[in-house]
DNA sequence: CATGAATGAGATTTCATTCAT
DNA sequence: GATGAATGAAATCTCATTCAT
């Protein structure tokens, strides 16, 4: 059936993602996800014909919502403030990443995947997307007045993307012992306040 | 010789850092360094027993210069401004990287050697390290009425290690097309010019 | 089927055994053993995981009748008389290894598997085993005052076990050039004629 | 100097006997030879062109008194009586063995060194010609009216040659816990008594 | 007299993948 | 829709041995 064939797919996905975060990208092996996943290693090929198939599949689902969560951003952006739509951007991301700390193993992707073509340049688009998508939001702020004009917008995207990924590496290698939301969004409303002009 | 020996443990060194930096971390196998070196298999494991080793001394060349940064700008901090010591800092790094793009493959080393202990052991310790290092010198700079003191030294610590590393990822996925140096730099002082007080 | 797979793993042990006994224990690889099975030798690995676990197999099989052996010869004792027990405790032995000589190899497992610690802890037990088998059908001989009761039991039981294992490696070393059975019979009866009581 | 370097060489057969014992003859690599002596494996080369050179040596310094203990014992055969004779040759050996228990590792050398033909041979040779020595002492105590007549001669050789082994491979087992000179002498006596004719 | 440097061959083991059922 | 059986290729590592110095 679709269904379960999907559901089937996912499973796979879903443990490799897994492994990557609980034993590192050199423990994924079909033969672990297959003793995991309690199936066959055969089984495995059946759903995915090539091991990197997987991990493409492992790309997809790690960049899943960047679009909604973009295009939700903008409409955001146009509704309220654009300040609001930064803070729900970088909002969405880390409160699935709280409730999902394995999936941030992939925030290293691109050097993971280096040098396995196809996967190398999934890993590098994700990374250009958001920090594209980070940089529009930041331009429409600018454009608002919101954010200072005076400074690049690409380095301004730079930096809130930077903070996004440093974090997010801090949280994984201090053992998640700290609340990647609260302290992402505390950061990002202070960088906010710094790089916005003062509302006196 | 002592000297000659050291040459060969370093030439490995450097050929699997290379071969991360190329083709990434799956790629770096005992043979592929031995053929670029024009060496035997046998032979690298007369330098470095297990592979595991070589990339012990990845690690370690990755962080060779990291105590004398840290203790020059220190010192920096006393001689001159701790604003200067900051700047001091990160040039050090990104003066090295630019003329040395392939160290920069390391900045991951955390997530890459995941699950193998010994090493990501040691790449938790790299990063931990530089991070408390940034922000001895942020500590610094707020002491010094140069940084704003209401906002946690921690917070901005982490905002300008993120940049770092941030940066050299996307130094790394744009390959190399733009100054590392130049872009950190510029970006730094934006940063230190928005988390200082005003001088009017 | 799990049927064919018994069958597959007994012919892996039967021919680890094969190549100890022809060529010695150094000629052991799973390479050969494949060679010889007509597999491959990432085949052999799906059987037994790790090349220890055959030689485990092997020690197995080398004892695989101990037990049975034992508990027939003491309801021997029981049923007839004990010194028919302990013949028929060697001739049970020495019957089949007569029919497959290759298990002989194995007598010196102790020795072949010195300094790895599993092989070498069950190739003790095995020993030791057998040693406490033939002392008790000893013990239970002189209790019924057939064997002289003047003796240490153990002592008795060395002499008869040493008899058996001597018996074993000269018919090695001699090429098979006699017959185990009836030389360690005879010199089992003469054993047992030499203390035993006299019957005049 | 002629002495230094057969003292070398006597080193190197006495480390790699020590391997044997300790760790089981598929330990002993030249590598580990040299370790131990605090040599480089060049050097052992120097000593012993080829590795079974090294276990050829073994061999000859296992049986180094072979004859002389044969010499002796027939004289005292010859002198005294021959049944003294018979404990002259096994308390030779015990009492060497008692403190040298390493050595004893070598009673299983045909086993260890099966398939590789020199080494194979020559343990054969040791084996063969040790029985061959008891078998004429025996002979001699018959002739002499001493051990019974009517049981073959090679029967009784191979008793106590058995014996002698199984008691060795006895204390090895079960790590030299008890005293090898005092049970085998022990044992022999009461062998003697029960072989021999009644003194009455 | 000893050693450092190097190596080819081979051992064990892992892995992704195929195929017949 | 799933699996068991099998495998070639490659990876890490060990070993005996050579040679120049």
Redesign the interface.
Known sequence: MELSSVHKKANIVLTAIDL?H??????VSTKEIARRLGLSESTIFKYFSKKNHIFLAVLEHFSLYDQDIFRTSLEKAKKSTSREAILFYMDSYVSYYENYPQIT?L??A???????SEL?TRA?DI??NR?AHIQELIRIAQEANVIKQD?STE?LA??V???????C??W???NFNFSLRK?TM??IH??LD??SYKKD
């Open positions: 990557i609980e034993f590192g990208i050199h423990s193993a925030i290293q691109y050097e993971l995947f280096r040098g396995i190398e590098k990374f250009l920090l400074i380095i730079d930096m993307h930077s903070i996004f990924i440093g974090l590496l801090k994984r290698i201090k302290e505390h950061t202070l960088w710094a790089f």
